[in-house]
T-cell receptor, first 117, second 110 residues
Framework: DGGITQSPKYLFRKEGQNVTLSCEQN?????MYWYRQDPGQGLRLIYY???????QKGDIAEGYSVSREKKESFPLTVTSAQKNPTAFYLC????????????????FGPGTRLTVL | GIQVEQSPPDLILQEGANSTLRCNFS?????LQWFHQNPWGQLINLFY???GTKQNGRLSATTVATERYSLLYISSSQTTDSGVYFC????????????FGQGTTLQVKP
C-alpha cells in the first residue's frame, strides 16, 4: 500500500537522551515535513525538506535535527537540547517542486507520541 | 506572522444536525487545506481549496481568498464526524510551509 509510515508509535525517553523518530513514504513525493502537536493545540512546523540533501528550519527547530539522504526517508532526532520534548510528532509529505507553485495536498503519517520520563 | 483563527473552538451537535466551521486568515495565501483529526491522532485530508467551492459527500468547503476566510460545512452529522477539524494555509512564496489554526473540536452525540 502507498502511504506514510512512522515508527515507533509510542516512545519513552529519559532526560538527556537523544532519540530518532522514523518517517518513510512510498508516494514518490518530493517534499517532507515534521510537525509537533501539543495537547489542545494546532500543529507547528519543525523542519521541512523539498529535495534530497536539503532541508529548512520551520518555526520551532531548536533542539531538533533532521537529515534527508533518501527521497523516501526523513528522520527526526530530538536532542537533549529540546527542553520540553513530550508531544505528538507528525510527519507529512507532498508533491512539491522547490520554487515552483504552491504545494499539493499534504498527507500525514499516523504519528509518534514521545514522552520524557 | 500570519494569523489563522478558527471558530468556534468547540462544538457539540446532535446526530443529524448541520454545522458550519470558519477559518479566518490575516494575509494572502497560496492554498488552504482542511483536515480532520480522528481520536487516534491521524490527520485526514478533507479539502485542498485555495478558492471556490468543493463538495465531497456530506462535506463541502468554500474559500473566499479576497476576503481571507474559508468555511467548512458538515451536513447530517454522524458520530464518526467527531474529532478536531483544522484549517491550514500555505504562505505566499512557494515554500510548502503550512500554518495551522488551533482547530475546532466537534462532538456529535447519538
Amino acid at each position: 500500500d502507498g502511504g506514510i509510515t512512522q515508527s515507533p508509535k509510542y516512545l519513552f525517553r529519559k532526560e538527556g537522551q537523544n532519540v530518532t523518530l522514523s518517517c518513510e513514504q512510498n508516494l514518490n513525493h518530493d517534499a517532507m515535513y515534521w510537525y509537533r502537536q501539543d495537547p489542545g493545540q494546532g500543529l507547528r512546523l519543525i523542519y521541512y525538506s523539498q529535495i534530497v540533501n536539503d532541508f529548512q528550519k520551520g518555526d520551532i527547530a531548536e533542539g531538533y535535527s533532521v537529515s534527508r539522504e533518501k527521497k523516501e526517508s526523513f528522520p527526526l532526532t530530538v536532542t537533549s537540547a529540546q527542553k520540553n520534548p513530550t508531544a505528538f510528532y507528525l510527519c507529512a509529505s507532498s508533491i512539491k517542486v522547490r520554487g515552483l507553485g504552491p504545494a499539493d495536498t499534504q498527507y500525514f503519517g499516523p504519528g509518534t507520541r514521545l514522552t520524557v520520563l | 506572522g500570519i494569523q489563522v483563527e478558527q471558530s468556534p473552538p468547540d462544538l457539540i451537535l446532535q446526530e443529524g444536525a448541520n454545522s458550519t466551521l470558519r477559518c479566518n486568515f490575516s494575509d494572502s495565501v497560496n492554498n488552504l487545506q482542511w483536515f480532520h483529526q480522528n481520536p487516534w491522532g491521524q490527520l485526514i485530508n478533507l479539502f485542498y481549496i485555495p478558492s471556490g467551492t468543493k463538495q465531497n459527500g456530506r462535506l463541502s468547503a468554500t474559500t473566499v481568498a479576497t476576503e481571507r476566510y474559508s468555511l467548512l460545512y458538515i451536513s447530517s452529522s454522524q458520530t464518526t464526524d467527531s474529532g478536531v477539524y483544522f484549517c491550514a494555509v500555505e504562505l505566499a512564496g512557494n515554500t510548502g510551509k503550512l500554518i495551522f489554526g488551533q482547530g475546532t473540536t466537534l462532538q456529535v452525540k447519538p
